[in-house]
């Protein structure tokens, strides 16, 4: 039945229902949620921020405060969309048996991983932006073109949702995210310009870096934040929605196998 | 099979039914008609093949080989039309945790397309029908393991389904709430509902099934109603007794229309005639025995061997 897994997803309007639960669940949970997606960036706002801005000033006619903030909006929403894809559907679909119980209903895998796929942008965009207000708070953020940068976390979630949903379907424990958080997502942070600009990395490490969605999510929210013009806007949301696309299809595939058995 | 040949108000219609997990077939090429109204039993020792087949009946599972209809759509291409007109009753409860018993059942009526304000008056009534009444706004971790069986059960009824899939629905349950769920099975079966169920629990299938089947390594070992199993499996009377091989045997061995049975330290005589074992019974006043009708266990025990399974 191997060839079954690989037809193209057709989910209907009903998937909206999976984003729902979500949704109903996460205004239950909305402190720890919240505590866990805010606390981390916030902390390295401060810490970096006010630190490391006295020695830095500006960076690319960015103060560094500026830079920072909005490198970490675009960290916070991968980690948002990666966390919940991961540990949170991975639980669902696990430990709780809560798409078993789904299955019973008219709705069909193809839309638990769409409700999934839009719920994670959706959770992206809703645990940033208290981030963007602190940053607003705290004087990072002048100019209202930071509003622009709301719709791309939300991008962001969708870009990142679909690895994370593979991963799941791929998981035999909460370890194997370990491998994924360790390889991909720690070095994304690290290297794809949250803290410093890609420019200053060598040039092979440059093309591998802008080969991943990262770099891409930081070179749209950075100018929006900064009141900058935008370079190649289309160019980096093409590849954002290229890997949503490309990850919704391959989460359609993998969640499939796992759950259809 | 053409669908021309089908009987008319089969709900679940199944030709060669087969799973195979890589090499390994679970369910070898089954037959089964499940008649419209009543209560249809799948019954079978552990790893038999009785979950896999419900699961292929609800699309869970996709099919190695063979045709299925259930209410006379086809699976696995009518999938959601059938799962629209189907209630579920699975193994173990998975219901949300984060919800209470009240939110989980607004939310699985989400699922069905049905508007939580549409459905209020259906939640107040199987909430009473399933004594879950005083419980509604209870989160999960506040109710047993009774409360959560009866809530799944509530829950598969969410959609007025017309036919209901319970696996395994008593089982680790008390006694008390198994005849809660029992007479609310009977019930459902009155008001017209087709109801399939799986259980090891022989007494169970006894009480609440109409036409059953036993399968045992993916294969239909014999089907019919419990009484007329039992009529044409084993003799009427069946006497227990307690002990030692060395001192029983001598003792109910070869009486002419009897045979006996010995698992473990209990030995099972089957007669046809009550008499003669009774009589042999009077010459051995140290042996305690017990004297029963012939059940559908007996039936069971024939069939699927002694041998622990698993």
Known sequence: MAYMNLVLPRPQISALKIWQRNLLVWRKLLGPSMAFSFGEPVIYLLGLGYGL????????GIPYFTFLAAGLLAASAMNVASFEGMFSV???????????????????????????????????????????????????????????????????????????????????????FNYYTTLLITPMFIFSGVFYPVATLPAIAQVVVNILPLSHAIALIRPLVA?????????????????????YVAASVFIRRRLIR | MSL????????????????????????????????????????????????????????QSPMSGGTLSVLGLPMPDAVREIHARTGVVPQSDNQDPDFTVVENLRMY?????????????????????????????????ELSGGMKRRLSIARALINDPEFIMLDEPTTGLDPQVRHLIWTRLRQLKASGKTLLLTTHYMDEAERLCDQLVVID???????????????EHVEPHVIEVQGEAGSVVPVLGGIPGSRLLTVGETHYCYASELGPVLARLEGAPHLRYTHRTANLEDVFLKLTGHELRE
């Open chain 2, 217 to 231: 390594r993916g294969r239909i070992v014999t089907q019919g109603s419990p009484r007329g199993l039992i009529s």
């Open chain 1, 53 to 60: 801005g006295q020695f830095i000033g500006e960076v690319g």
């Open chain 2, 4 to 59: 021309a040949s089908r009987p008319p108000d089969a709900v679940v219609l199944a030709r060669g039914l087969t799973k195979k997990f890589g090499e390994r077939t679970v369910v070898c090429g089954i037959d089964l008609t499940i008649p419209r109204g009543g209560c249809f039993g799948l019954l079978g020792p552990n790893g038999a093949g009785k979950t896999t087949t419900l699961r292929m009946i609800i699309g």
């Open chain 1, 227 to 247: 009141g900058q013009p935008l370079v190649d806007p289309a160019l980096h949301v093409a590849v954002l929605v290229a890997y949503a696309a490309v990850g």
């Open chain 2, 109 to 141: 009526a989400r699922y069905f397309g049905l508007r939580p304000a549409d459905v209020a008056g259906r939640i107040d009534e199987l909430l009473g029908f399933l004594e879950l009444s005083d419980r509604r706004d209870a989160r999960m971790r």
């Open chain 1, 90 to 176: 991975f639980t669902r679909m696990t430990h709780q048996q809560t798409y078993d119980a789904i299955l019973a209903t008219p709705l069909t895998v193809d839309d638990i991983v769409a409700g999934e796929m839009l719920w994670c942008a959706t959770k992206s965009l809703l645990n940033t932006l208290p981030i963007l207000v602190v940053a607003f708070l705290l004087g990072a953020i002048e100019n209202w073109s930071a509003l622009g940068a709301i719709p791309v976390f939300f991008l962001v979630g969708l870009c990142f949702a679909g690895p994370a949903l593979v991963m799941a379907a791929l998981a035999a424990s909460y370890d194997f």
